[in-house]
């Protein structure tokens, strides 16, 4: 649904989903882009972009807590629950049609839950801004790592573009060896038995690393996110209960694609919160096999949601005249 850049400002500035913590004015001719309010997210990445037809309209509200996997101040607009994190605020500003492209960081699915939860497309890869300095903490399991950078959009050429002007990384000709958790109608490969998505992250992320050295792309089907659970690990930590309710939020693979140091790109399936999640080394010749698998797979636009969030005037309509 076509919105001009003067309606996607002043829906910015209204700041429905309190998403946004600054409204800038950016040039009416660009793709739009959010960027999450972090340190991390280097100020050469949008230069870079700008360059190529991008410009920064908001800067975005992220979880606080040090990344915290939800943000108990931002509701997910289409479930009511609080919205999954941390790279809350920018996946919320392209799902409402606020920005075309979403910049964020991930240390365990800070990029990839939040777009998962609302049906977006996220992309991570250790490779965006890889000389920038990093300090590396420990997460919540002890797990001492960086992060990645990552794109979030709505429209698969739009993310395309931002990974080729980023890393100069273009889809290849062929897929590879692909291997996946279950037969796929959209692509061919071999279906193999993977580790339970929900075991500890330190033992998923070996098994990661060692099955994306064989094969050049790992796809396996994540979700629904954050719908029947509250995925955190500060609150799943205190016991069996809590525990369960953790991981009844069902983020599985993506918690660990950045501690492994892949590369992986999350594309929308019909039902709420559901993904294929392509995963691969962080070599631009496996990349470039994983975006030609990614092209693959159809893009999914949910027409009532569409009609209810991408219509702008929505928000500014105070009543029906008789």
Known sequence: MSNS???????????PY??????????????????????????TLMHKLEKTGFSLHTIDRKSPLAGRAVDIGLINPIT????????????????????????????????????????????????????????????????????????????????YKA???SIAI????????????????EFDSQVIRVMFNKAPRSELTEYLRKTLKEADVLAVTEGPVDLKGFGDSLFGHFDERTRQIQMDAEK????????????ALCLPQKELGMATLLMCESR????????ALGRKISEVHDELIERYFLDLNNYFIEGYEI
Not at 25 to 42: M, T
């Open 18 to 43: 309190n998403s946004i913590d600054r409204v800038l004015e950016a040039d009416s001719g660009s793709f739009l882009v959010g960027i999450k309010n972090i340190h991390s997210i280097p100020n």
């Open 80 to 159: 009511g629950h609080w919205m999954s994190g941390s790279s809350s605020g920018t996946a919320v500003n392209v799902f409402a049609g606020i920005n075309d492209l979403g910049i964020g960081n991930d240390g365990g699915g800070s990029v990839l839950a939040p777009a998962m939860c609302l049906n977006i497309l996220g992309f991570i890869s250790p490779l965006i801004e890889a000389d920038r300095k990093q300090n590396r903490k420990a997460n919540t399991d002890g797990i001492v790592a960086g992060n990645s950078i990552g794109f979030m959009a709505r429209d698969k050429e739009i993310l």
């Open 170 to 185: 273009y889809p290849a000709q062929e897929t590879g060896k692909v291997v996946s958790d279950r037969q796929y109608d």
């Open 5 to 15: 850049y003067e309606l996607r400002h002043r829906v910015a500035l209204k700041n």
């Open 252 to 263: 599985g693979y993506l918690r660990v694609c950045n501690i492994a140091q892949a590369t």
């Open 284 to 291: 631009p010749d496996k990349i470039a096999r994983l975006l």
């Open 163 to 165: 990974i080729a002007d």
